[in-house]
């Protein structure tokens, strides 16, 4: 069946620029969480919607970063003004119920590069 | 911060038994540990989890130590399609589910 997926696989992006990425969950998982994988390192907890509801943002490293849901399935994460320390992995995870710790599946992640 | 501890890296014989440990001694009472891998260049993959019992699953076992403040994750026969980067997470019940990767343990399985 169907995974995660996400879009773009790579961006390219010149220094204060913004992006975009987009997450789309496994259909009818009601938890999303977003995670930044810095090179050699482990992800790193950004932010978990619970349908549309946004219930945890205490990872996102600034108020550049913002990530919605509007609908309780796709998710975008947004980063305004890019600096080139944010450039990193991107994961997105989704688990079919209502963040008790269950198995999480990954998509592929997208690869940010700011210049 | 993680509240897991792992050897930075582990080499295996292909065909052998790889036996990663971990670490986990603040572990309390409701937290489960979980075990996750990451292959190059993908995103993390579940392998398994449990509270105080051993558990097996078609990808490995995972064995708990009586107290448990560590662990241990079998993969039976490691195969070089096994090389990746193992992560021992210890998470409760009842947050929101978030996990807390440490750096993990780099296994090399070698033919």
């Known amino acids: 069946g169907a995974g995660v997926s996400q879009s773009p696989r790579y961006k390219v992006a010149k220094r204060g620029q913004d992006v975009a990425l987009r997450c789309d969950p496994i259909s009818g998982h009601v938890s999303l969480f977003w995670y930044q994988q810095a090179l050699g390192q482990g992800p790193e907890f950004l932010t978990y919607?619970?349908?549309?509801?946004?219930?945890?943002k205490s990872g996102l490293p600034s108020d550049r970063f913002f990530a919605e849901r509007p609908e309780g399935s796709v998710s975008t994460l947004k980063i305004q003004r890019t600096q080139q320390e944010d450039s990193a992995v991107y994961l997105c995870?989704?688990?079919?119920?209502?963040?008790?710790?269950?198995?999480?599946?990954f998509g592929p992640g997208t690869r940010l590069l700011v210049l | 911060d993680a509240k897991t501890t792992q050897p930075p890296s582990m080499d295996c014989a292909e065909g052998r038994a790889a036996n990663l440990p971990c670490n986990h001694s603040?572990?309390?009472?409701?937290?489960?540990v979980y075990w996750y891998r990451q292959i190059h260049s993908q995103g993390p993959q579940y392998i398994i989890h449990g509270l105080k019992n051993n558990e097996t699953n078609e990808m490995a076992s995972l064995i708990i130590t009586e107290d448990r403040k560590s662990s241990t994750l079998i993969l039976p026969h490691a195969t070089l399609r096994d090389t990746a980067v193992y992560y021992c997470?210890?998470?409760?019940?009842?947050?929101?589910?978030?996990?807390?990767f440490g750096q993990g343990t780099t296994l090399q399985v070698k033919p």
């Open positions: 603040t572990i309390s009472g409701n937290e489960y």
């Open positions: 919607f619970q349908n549309e509801a946004q219930l945890d």
């Open positions: 997470i210890v998470a409760g019940r009842g947050n929101t589910g978030k996990l807390i």
């Open positions: 995870a989704s688990s079919p119920d209502r963040g008790r710790g269950e198995t999480q599946y």
